[in-house]
C-alpha cells in the first residue's frame, strides 16, 4: 500500500555531488519512519540515514562513514525525501534505496545506481 521510487543516481568522478530523491504514495496509509540505504555488490545492505516523520521529530540520523558529507530532507508536502551526498568517494559506490516502515507494512524502493569512478 506504499510505494517508494528513487531517482538521481549516476556517474560522478571523486569529490563530486549528487542528490537522490525518493517519491513516495502511500494512499492512506501513515508513514512513520523513512530511510536510505545502500547496498555494494556481494555485500550486505548498510543504513545510511534514517528519520522519524512526525513535525517535530529529531534532525535525521547517520552512519558514521557519511562523515558529514551527506544530508537528508524531505518538501513540504512529506512526498520527496532526498539524500544530498556531497564529495563523493569511491568506497560510496553502491545501489542506494529508500525504505519506510508506516502502520501496516514496510516498502522499499527498487534502488538507484551511485558510481563514484574517475
Known amino acids: 500500500q506504499v510505494t517508494l521510487v528513487e531517482s538521481g543516481g549516476g556517474l560522478v568522478q571523486p569529490g563530486g555531488r549528487l542528490r537522490l530523491?525518493?517519491?513516495i504514495s502511500s494512499g492512506a496509509a501513515e508513514?512513520?519512519?523513512?530511510a536510505w540505504y545502500r547496498q555494494a555488490p556481494g555485500k550486505s545492505r548498510e543504513l545510511v540515514a534514517n528519520t522519524m516523520t512526525h513535525d517535530g521529530a529529531e534532525p535525521p540520523s547517520y552512519a558514521g562513514?557519511?562523515?558529514g558529507r551527506f544530508t537528508m530532507s524531505?518538501?513540504?508536502a512529506k512526498t520527496t525525501y532526498f539524500l544530498q551526498m556531497?564529495?563523493?568517494?569511491p568506497e560510496d559506490t553502491a545501489v542506494?534505496?529508500?525504505?519506510?516502515?508506516?502502520v501496516g507494512g514496510v516498502a522499499w524502493g527498487q534502488g538507484?545506481?551511485?558510481t563514484v569512478s574517475s
Request: hydrophobic share 25%; glycine share 0%; aromatic share 26%.
Open 21 to 23: 530523491s525518493c517519491v
Open 31 to 34: 508513514i512513520y519512519y523513512m
Open 65 to 67: 562513514f557519511v562523515n
Open 74 to 76: 524531505r518538501d513540504s
Open 86 to 89: 556531497n564529495s563523493l568517494q
Open 96 to 102: 542506494y534505496y529508500c525504505y519506510s516502515q508506516y
Open 112 to 114: 538507484t545506481q551511485v
